[in-house]
């Protein structure tokens, strides 16, 4: 898979991936990143990539013809709009993307869809953002990594890429640990196998993970579930999956109305929220 990244910080990025698993995904030829500096795109003295909006208003936006001039240089068309603009010629195994508040939330489903294809374009905003003749010629989707605002769609880049690349197969060694983890798929979406996994360990189903602990078994005073210690795969599943759901609940309450859940899962979530009520009656 490749990330071609359009950015006017292509440094910013150096030491992001010479990292860890991104370095070696690299390394191993899993993974290409491409980095190109829009200002390279430039036919000024000042090399200008940003211009006043019309209409007025705060900041500056990030001008049409350094991203067009840099996305043909890619291979990317405008797609088709009246007579004059040529058909668009991208590949279907690839799209373009807007790094931009007013996207659409970036989830691990999102970057289970992008590891699919084999190439993904990041334009990264600056400023006030892109001229929107951009997105609406060169744009398949508009991704945002969260409700809040950076200066620049560089971390967001950042971080599609590492999430993404995590579903690659190949990418993290163990084919299990892309699903096992918080979002992951559901048990009956899970088809990996892999000796040394036991299936104790239940697919998130969208929910987040459970507690993980290690040794020692005892640590300031406090000593590993001994539920965990017994090798009773089916008491630790039932264990693990009750933990997703109340750390789901107690941080991420939201997840719960979109998760598929079994009766007998619907009537742990019932025992723990009516904890939690009775636990909040009591200290009032």
Not at 27 to 32: A, H, I, M, P, S
Not at 121 to 149: F, H, P
Not at 259 to 267: N, P, Q, V
């Amino acid at each position: 898979m490749r990330f071609d990244i359009l950015t006017i910080f292509p440094g910013f990025f150096e030491s992001v991936f010479a990292q860890g698993i991104v370095r070696r995904a690299q390394t191993e030829g899993l993974l290409e990143i491409g980095l190109h500096d829009l200002r390279a795109f430039t036919h000024d003295r000042h090399r200008t990539v940003d211009d006043r909006p019309f209409g007025g208003g705060e900041g500056m936006l990030l001008k049409p013809e350094p991203l067009a001039e840099a996305l043909v240089s890619l291979g990317v068309a405008p797609r088709a709009h009246g007579e004059q603009a040529p058909a668009n010629l991208r590949r279907p195994n690839e799209k373009v993307i807007l790094l931009s508040a007013q996207g659409r939330v970036f989830t691990q489903a999102v970057a289970r869809e992008l590891a699919r294809l084999d190439r993904v374009v990041l334009l990264c905003g600056r400023y006030e953002g892109v001229d929107e003749r951009i997105n609406e010629l060169y744009c398949d989707m508009e991704l945002s990594i969260g409700d809040y605002v950076l200066s620049g769609g560089e971390l967001a880049a950042a971080v599609v890429v590492d999430a993404t690349m995590r579903m690659i197969p190949g990418v993290l060694g163990n084919e299990a640990s892309g699903e096992f983890e918080s979002f992951g798929a559901s048990d009956g979406e899970i088809d990996v196998d892999v000796e040394g996994v036991p299936r104790s360990q239940h697919g998130a189903g969208g929910l987040l993970d459970y507690p993980q602990y290690t040794r020692p078994a005892e640590f300031g005073g406090l000593n590993v579930p001994q539920v965990l210690l017994n090798g009773d795969h089916a008491a630790i599943r039932r264990w693990r999956r009750e933990q997703q759901l109340k750390k789901t609940l107690k941080n991420r309450p939201d997840l719960l109305e979109r998760a598929s859940l079994s009766a007998a899962e619907r009537a742990v979530l019932f025992s723990l929220r009516n904890a939690v009520g009775a636990n909040g009656a009591s200290e009032d």
